[in-house]
DNA sequence: ACCCCTGTTCGGCG
DNA sequence: CCGCCGAACAGGGG
């Protein structure tokens, strides 16, 4: 499920137990999740520092414990977070469990297409290099209508939907928020991104903003508490059988099919190609 | 049983 | 070397 906002909201899931030490790490050793991290050293580092702080960035999500060690975390398609009490029995899908005095901090992930990560800095630097190096946020001020419009220029052919999916230019963009992009700016998903530059327009402002605005109501929707998205939002329509474009004095019937691999709403008569 | 899936990565192909 | 594309990953839900 998770996008920028959900994201955001399974990080705060974790922040009961924000002041706490870890002290026993239940793992499940063969886990995908792991990948290039060694499991045992995420018991070997976290054991006795104090979780102190959280970030996410787009779908990256990362854990600061004391003395300079970090956990990295995506939730693919499937991962969730949650906190749960000390004496939590972990689940079966339950791929990391770090239990503090009072809480248990769960990752779980049936499906194991997300990843955990274990950093360790020292020295003035900060945060982790491969954080440090993620691209600029939506809602950063490194977010320009420069960046958007010289990343379109480079794949003008590709389908701006496809485009939108790219975590190296649009951080946290998924499969539904690139959906309800396009259907907001009336353009079609296999639209060619070139289009955009089209006509003298330095930058694609109409995306960007589009862009820019549907990232800070998801947060603020999504991200605070996870309430349902209005009915004005393509969102809530889209997987629904017979769904009708909720745009003003439109209701016409969306059409769904498969785009570049992913699968794609849009409303035939709003957003012509 | 069968088909679906809000993600990413990898290998093949042109 | 690059862009594009489908498959693979793995399990639960409808």
Redesign the pocket.
Known sequence: ???LA?VEFYRKEWDPGLGQAIGRVHLHPGA?IFRDTDPKAIRRELKGRKFVASFTHG?NLLFQFSEGRWLGG?L???GKLHTATASYRPE??DHLVLFGEKTALVFTD????GRITLDRTSGPRKFPGWWEALPPAILSKEFTKEFVACYLE??P??PIKTLL?N?DAFPGI???MADEICWRIRLHPATPSGKLLEGGAPFPPKLWKALRLLCRQSFRVIGDGWKTPPNSWLFNHRWKDGGRCPHNECGAELKRAEL????TCWCPRCQSE
């Open positions: 499920m998770p996008e959900e995908r779908k995506h693919g398609m499937t079966k899908h049936p499906r194991m297409f480079r794949h052919k590709t999916l975590q998924g499969n539904w570049r691999g992913r699968r």
